[in-house]
């Protein structure tokens, strides 16, 4: 007997396909849209930064790079920067710069240019998600697993900023999916070895991923260690991390110690990073007393409870009969302790490590939520349907309210995630707009010294573009109040100066220029076109920091009757005051 075009239609909506495709538009919502709009104030900036030029330098003075040591200027030598410097960053391996650096290319050295790539992984991870939740247990779990990830705000957030750690996510999800194929399937373990590659260049942190199928091996399927194609995927994953091994090989041989982060793994100190900043993570009683409460601030708090009861559910049935409760739910139990070990005796509970833990807290708590409705709700289906969709609207709401409302509404924690801080809407952006409005199509008539040949070297290059396309010399300096926020400050200030050759100092640095070459007036300095820009209402470096040279030289103008131009946030709020003279 023919279908009925209404049978065909339920069949439709009843189907996997049409939920999981349902979840990647949900999910492609939540991390697309607005993605430019909040501030760059955190680390991203670092990574977007120096992405840029693939050049391994971001104005750190207590965290120096080889670039630096090794310059002509700061060495007085003729012997060019060696080689291998390009093989890697002196912090981090170098695939999510690199990968910035293509976005960039594209669409514009612009937030959206280096945030485009993690929201792409994003939405590629909650497909993982679905994937790998559908091979351990059931499509109706992956699809599960892949909505909670969807919309879950901590997702969400590491999906919308330029920060390493999405593209860790999704090269271990990825890597995770090859590896369960693999143990059907031999041949996965050379993709296995390719995804772990790319994960470890990607973070050092990946390395996890090491020990979570090591022991899933000794646990279950030791054979495995005989097989050709398993030490395969090792070679690959060996080859792809070469030019890292390479680069710390040839920097011990050079400077006597590896790159930041091994050269703090393996114990050395070396002087030129005496201060380590990112490595203040306090005791292992410090820890476990942030555990939780960072938890509970970077994810809504029906999803932390969740993930506690499930935890607790899993313990107890563990300890009632361990063998059984064990084996089907081991490699998600393997991940999810090693994991957290990661995060409690290496990294630290910050904001964006938890997120590590959120695709393998998605998965425990569809498969709890699941094993609920089996038990519970059964023949109780309308009612599982409407608590399920009543959490999903909730998650979003949360979601939509910490990260694409332009400010959340209500209370952090009840209303929204403290993680929607990290991409604020102080203003920043709104000054970016002004300057490139103001120095669009033009190329500066002067540029400063730089302490660097390779600094000189992309001034020449910034300068060698802007003459091929007849862009007219215009003789500005840009002037800003030093309180400002410092990553904010590189990347909408230091930018336009390394990368595009535009002259940009603080007050500080202009008022000591001026007394150095005898210059009495402001405004004799050999330009023709002058901005000061002095922050209102915006994030500022701590206040044990700051200087009150800005508000003096802001008082200088002001009795010269120079008339200031204002800079609104995206709440109206006035953010900068540039003065144009």
Not at 83 to 106: A, E, I, R
Not at 377 to 401: C, D, Q, R, T
Request: aromatic residues 18%; positive net charge; charged residues 15%.
């Amino acid at each position: 007997m023919p279908r009925t075009n209404n049978q065909r239609i339920v069949r439709y909506f009843t189907h996997g396909s049409f939920w999981l495709i349902a979840v990647l538009l949900l999910a492609m919502l939540l991390r697309f849209p607005s993605l430019s709009k909040g501030d760059a104030i955190t680390d991203e900036v670092l990574y977007a930064f120096r992405a840029i030029g693939m050049m391994d330098f971001d104005e750190a003075e207590d965290q120096t790079t080889p670039l630096e040591w090794f310059d002509k200027k700061a060495t007085n030598s003729e012997t060019p920067i060696p080689w291998w410097t390009n093989l890697s960053f002196h912090d981090h391996p170098p695939l999510v710069f690199l990968l910035q650096y293509v976005s960039m290319k594209l669409f514009g050295e612009t937030t959206f240019g280096f945030r485009l790539p993690s929201a792409i992984v994003g939405v590629a991870s909650v497909y993982l998600m679905y994937l790998i939740g559908a091979l351990l247990y059931s499509r109706t779990v992956g699809i599960l697993s892949a909505l909670l990830l969807g919309v879950t705000v901590n997702h969400v957030y590491i999906s919308r900023i330029g920060l390493q750690e999405a593209m860790v996510i999704f090269f271990m999800l990825l890597a995770s999916y090859f590896f369960l194929r693999s143990l059907g399937k031999d041949t996965y373990f050379i993709w296995t070895g390719v995804a772990v590659g790319l994960a470890v260049t990607t973070k050092y942190t990946a390395f996890i991923l090491v020990p979570i199928f090591i022991t899933y091996l000794l646990l279950f399927q030791r054979e495995f260690f005989l097989n050709k194609k398993f030490w395969v995927g090792i070679f690959v994953a060996i080859m792809l991390f070469s030019p890292v091994l390479i680069y710390n090989v040839m920097l011990y041989q050079a400077v006597g110690h590896f790159d930041f982060q091994f050269s703090h793994i393996f114990g050395q100190s070396p002087e030129v990073w005496n201060i380590q900043p990112g490595k203040e993570i306090g005791s292992i009683a410090d820890r476990a007393e942030a555990f939780i409460p960072r938890m509970y601030r970077s994810n809504s708090f029906l999803v932390v409870s969740l993930f506690l009861l499930t935890v607790a559910a899993f313990l107890a049935s563990l300890f009632k009969n361990p063998k059984k409760t064990f084996q089907p739910h081991a490699f998600l139990a393997i991940a999810t302790a090693f994991i957290i070990a990661l995060i409690f005796f290496f990294i630290g509970p910050s904001y964006r490590f938890l997120t590590l833990l959120t695709p393998f807290a998605a998965l425990g708590i569809s498969l709890f939520l699941y094993k609920l409705y089996d038990r519970f709700f059964y023949n109780k289906k309308k009612i599982a349907f409407i608590l399920l969709g009543l959490f999903v609207v909730f998650e979003l709401f949360y979601s939509i309210n910490s990260h694409i409302l332009p400010y959340p509404k209500g209370k952090v924690v009840w209303g929204y995630s403290a993680v929607s801080a990290e991409q604020y809407r102080w203003g920043f952006n709104r000054l970016a707009d002004y300057l490139e409005k103001e120095l669009e199509g033009k190329m500066p008539a002067q540029v400063f010294y730089m302490r660097y040949a390779f600094l000189e070297s992309l001034h020449e290059k910034a300068t060698s573009k802007a003459l091929a396309k007849g862009l007219p010399r215009y003789s500005a300096v840009i002037v800003y109040d030093a309180n400002i926020n410092k990553m904010a400050q590189l990347w909408v200030l230091d930018r336009l100066n390394i990368y595009h050759g535009w002259p940009v100092v603080n007050t500080e640095q202009y008022i000591e220029y001026m007394i150095e070459n005898g210059f009495d007036d402001i405004a004799g300095s050999g330009f023709e076109h002058y901005y000061f820009i002095r922050p209102k209402n915006v994030l500022l470096i701590k206040e044990e920091h700051r200087t009150l040279t800005g508000l003096q030289f802001e008082k200088e103008l002001v009795s010269r009757g120079i008339e200031p131009v204002s800079i609104y946030n995206d709440r109206g709020e006035e953010a900068f005051l540039i003065y144009k003279f």
